[in-house]
């Protein structure tokens, strides 16, 4: 029983090596898949060297979305409902504002000199404040400027030659929206020196995140203009203008690469800020796993941005999200540390490192031999038995 039962074993073993525990795909079949280009989900496969980083750095790199289309030009000093005017009435003669009203006129005491301070006019919903001695005068959409020559005509005729001067004391519909990863979110007023993105989410008291792992979106009118916070700190072109009733959120999105295979640990690690390089990736994880990993196939599997793959000559299709590529390094070759060294991770990137001959012959033999201790097992027990 013995003789029939592990020989059938052991070819059943070798049939279906391919069914033996993996801590990944094999080099063959990485081989296999990149052999197939044209067939949906394969990929090109690309030895790295430092010539291949080299002429991966040369292409400009690219930022994720732009929010140049969303720039305003849209006056954001415009008065408008809800808004609190301050306005001062001079009257050069004297007589309308001066010692002859003696006491408070709309609650506010007069001063010297034929002068009015008037305080805390809250723009109506009309579109209107009150003004002593003029009545009900529309100011929405109107400047501060524009509002007090609108205030000067509705006095004419009751003061010679009245001096208007209006302020916007609170700014209620000069606002917009801010949400998200900052420490004050809620409403922040737009100025005239202060409206660009960057001056709305500096009021927001900024974010306690790294610049790297930002988002920043602006909704406006149904449409949604998205950038990385690194676009918005260093091109100008991406701090823009807003305007009144913008929606910003600033979005938490943290970079993010995966290890598999014989690595000292099989993890997903966070992207410290600024650029990270290969051999700084491994190191993250406590480098190769000595005992089990082929060294001479470190990988590196990425969506990679069809201008750089058209700089390495290849001619994978893209897919939406990319061109799907597998980089190859030689650790064991000196010279390759340096690619290593010059080659930059990114978000989502994926560092995979097969098992070695030696490690993948002693699985197989560690199976044979417990397949054969079953066989011994059941012939004791056959025997035993009769």
Same mark, same amino acid.
Do not use: H
């Given at each position: 029983m013995t003789r029939t039962i592990l020989p059938l074993a052991i070819v059943a073993i070798l049939g279906g090596c391919s069914t033996l525990p993996r801590d990944g795909p094999s080099g063959a079949s990485i081989n296999a898949g990149a052999a197939a280009a044209a067939r949906e989900g394969s990929y090109a496969l690309v030895p790295l060297t430092y010539e291949v980083t080299e002429r991966i750095k040369m292409v400009p790199p690219q930022f994720f979305g732009t929010l140049v289309a969303a720039s305003s030009e849209q006056a954001v000093d415009l008065i408008g409902e809800g808004d609190t005017l301050s306005v001062s009435i001079y009257d050069p003669s004297g007589g309308l504002f001066g010692g002859a009203l003696g006491s408070a006129v709309g609650g506010v005491a007069p001063t010297l000199g034929g002068a009015q301070a008037l305080q805390g006019l809250t723009v109506d919903r009309s579109g209107s404040v009150a003004v002593p001695f003029a009545g009900q005068v529309r100011v929405e959409g109107l400047t501060p400027p524009q509002a007090a020559a609108a205030i000067r005509r509705a006095l004419v005729g009751k003061v010679a030659n009245p001096q208007v001067l209006v302020g916007i004391a609170a700014n209620a519909s000069n606002t917009v929206n801010v949400f998200g990863d900052v420490r004050r979110p809620g409403r922040a007023p737009l100025g005239v020196s202060s409206d660009r993105i960057l001056d709305v989410i500096a009021a927001a008291g900024g974010s306690a995140r790294e610049t790297d792992d930002l988002t920043i979106s602006i909704q406006r009118g149904g449409q949604t203009y998205l950038a990385p916070m690194t676009a918005v700190t260093t091109e100008f072109n991406e701090n823009v203008r807003l305007q009144r009733g913008d929606v910003i959120n600033v979005q938490y999105k943290p970079r993010r690469f995966s290890t598999f295979g014989a690595l000292n640990a099989v993890t997903q690690v966070d992207m410290p800020a600024g650029p990270m390089t290969l051999t700084g990736a491994m190191s993250k994880v406590g480098g190769l796993n000595t005992?089990?990993? /082929?060294?001479?196939?470190?990988? +590196? &599997?990425?969506?990679?941005?069809?201008? +750089?793959?058209?700089? !390495?000559?290849?001619?994978?299709? $893209?897919?939406?999200?990319?061109?799907? +590529?597998? @980089?190859?390094?030689?650790?064991?070759?000196?010279? /390759?540390?340096? $690619?290593?060294? /010059?080659?930059?991770?990114?978000?989502?990137?994926?560092? @995979? +490192?097969? !098992?070695?001959?030696?490690?993948?012959?002693?699985? &197989?033999?560690?199976?044979?031999?417990?397949?054969?201790?079953?066989?011994?097992?059941?012939?004791?027990?056959?025997?035993?038995?009769?």
């Amino acid at each position: 029983m013995t003789r029939t039962i592990l020989p059938l074993a052991i070819v059943a073993i070798l049939g279906g090596c391919s069914t033996l525990p993996r801590d990944g795909p094999s080099g063959a079949s990485i081989n296999a898949g990149a052999a197939a280009a044209a067939r949906e989900g394969s990929y090109a496969l690309v030895p790295l060297t430092y010539e291949v980083t080299e002429r991966i750095k040369m292409v400009p790199p690219q930022f994720f979305g732009t929010l140049v289309a969303a720039s305003s030009e849209q006056a954001v000093d415009l008065i408008g409902e809800g808004d609190t005017l301050s306005v001062s009435i001079y009257d050069p003669s004297g007589g309308l504002f001066g010692g002859a009203l003696g006491s408070a006129v709309g609650g506010v005491a007069p001063t010297l000199g034929g002068a009015q301070a008037l305080q805390g006019l809250t723009v109506d919903r009309s579109g209107s404040v009150a003004v002593p001695f003029a009545g009900q005068v529309r100011v929405e959409g109107l400047t501060p400027p524009q509002a007090a020559a609108a205030i000067r005509r509705a006095l004419v005729g009751k003061v010679a030659n009245p001096q208007v001067l209006v302020g916007i004391a609170a700014n209620a519909s000069n606002t917009v929206n801010v949400f998200g990863d900052v420490r004050r979110p809620g409403r922040a007023p737009l100025g005239v020196s202060s409206d660009r993105i960057l001056d709305v989410i500096a009021a927001a008291g900024g974010s306690a995140r790294e610049t790297d792992d930002l988002t920043i979106s602006i909704q406006r009118g149904g449409q949604t203009y998205l950038a990385p916070m690194t676009a918005v700190t260093t091109e100008f072109n991406e701090n823009v203008r807003l305007q009144r009733g913008d929606v910003i959120n600033v979005q938490y999105k943290p970079r993010r690469f995966s290890t598999f295979g014989a690595l000292n640990a099989v993890t997903q690690v966070d992207m410290p800020a600024g650029p990270m390089t290969l051999t700084g990736a491994m190191s993250k994880v406590g480098g190769l796993n000595t005992n089990t990993a /082929n060294a001479r196939r470190v990988m +590196v &599997f990425r969506f990679e941005r069809p201008e +750089v793959a058209q700089a !390495l000559g290849i001619t994978q299709p $893209a897919t939406p999200k990319g061109v799907p +590529v597998v @980089y190859q390094l030689d650790f064991n070759d000196a010279a /390759n540390v340096f $690619a290593a060294t /010059n080659m930059q991770i990114m978000p989502e990137d994926v560092i @995979y +490192v097969p !098992l070695a001959g030696a490690a993948e012959m002693r699985k &197989f033999f560690e199976v044979v031999q417990s397949l054969t201790r079953v066989v011994y097992d059941v012939s004791v027990t056959s025997t035993l038995n009769n």
